[in-house]
């Protein structure tokens, strides 16, 4: 079973299962400020769940490549979306500020 390393908690969960519901499901911290209020619900639309990701994890489908290349996203960056991405092996997961995940200082590492 792929582990998911994220805000200092790791985390066993079934091949090809959705980073975004395993992390939000065992109380990892995916949104900042008001986005944790205001966000798409995992359509993949509002890109506030954006986080950078290293691992073996699913390639970036057509919603996250598309969302990721309107600002303040760039396709050029190294993030994706957490609503996304389905988890094939183990990963680690860091976090930025920012509304929409982008900034440049780091919130949460992969431990802690």
Not at 7 to 12: D, L, R, S, W
Not at 81 to 91: E, N, P, R, S, W
């Amino acid at each position: 079973m792929p582990k998911v390393l994220a805000q200092g908690k790791t985390v066993e969960c079934v091949s090809k299962s959705n980073l975004r519901t395993i992390l939000l499901q065992n109380g990892i911290d995916l949104y900042n400020d008001g986005a944790k209020v205001i966000n798409c619900r995992g359509i993949g639309s509002c890109g506030t769940c954006a986080v950078k990701v290293e691992g073996e994890v699913s390639a970036a489908n057509w919603r996250d490549r598309a969302r990721r290349s309107f600002p303040p996203h760039s396709p050029t960056t190294d993030l994706r979306l957490a609503c996304q991405t389905l988890v094939l092996g183990d990963v680690k997961v860091t976090k930025f500020d920012g509304f929409w995940g982008q900034g440049s200082r780091i919130v949460w590492t992969p431990k802690g």
